[in-house]
């Protein structure tokens, strides 16, 4: 699917915790649903203008949610340096809170997205943050950190990953979904950590799990 950003979007800077001002870019939508995107590793490429945000953000603008996607600190224009994951966590938190202001305070359903190490430390927020009622996990890297945090998470939580991931095993990610409170959603695509030549299946499964969170679909998928 060609990923096209809205003639609505704008870049915008909004603080973390700690007072350091991170560069997002926002497009409005509906006042009472929102999304935040988190992006793959900082020292490796991830920005985000990673292909695998784009298209997520689309999916979700369409939809009708207000989106932002944001650079963690060190990245683009936001200020401050890598934090190993840890000073990360509260960039996540600064995105909630701008994103929830811009919707009044209260939205009816605020949900977060994450990619890679994107999925990791927006994970760590979702499992811990009652604000957040749908957490969508892209690519979580389980070969390299443990992600049984997640268990505590309350909200709802789909997992979408690759058959042939590098850095998550197909048993890393079966253990995970199985161990999950209540009913979480899992597709597994024929592709690799990148999903460079399976974005459109990707969107496709984001559109699904939108369907499933806006109470559309019933139960997960296969």
Known sequence: MPIRLSPHARLTR???PDGLMLEGRLTPGDPDRGVVLCHPHPLYGGSMLTPVILMAEQVFREAGYTTLAFNFRGVGGSEGSYGEGRAEVGDVLGALAFVGDRLGGAPRLQALAGYSFGSLVGGKVAAADSRVQL???IAPPLNLYDFTFLQRAACRVALVAGSRDQFCDRERLDTL?????GRA???????DHFFEEALDTLARACRDIVAWAEG??????P
């Open 177 to 181: 979904h199985g161990s999950l409170r």
């Open 135 to 137: 957490y969508v996990a």
């Open 14 to 16: 909004f603080p973390a």
């Open 185 to 191: 959603w899992l597709r597994v695509l024929d592709t």
């Open 216 to 221: 559309e679909q019933h139960s997960p998928p």
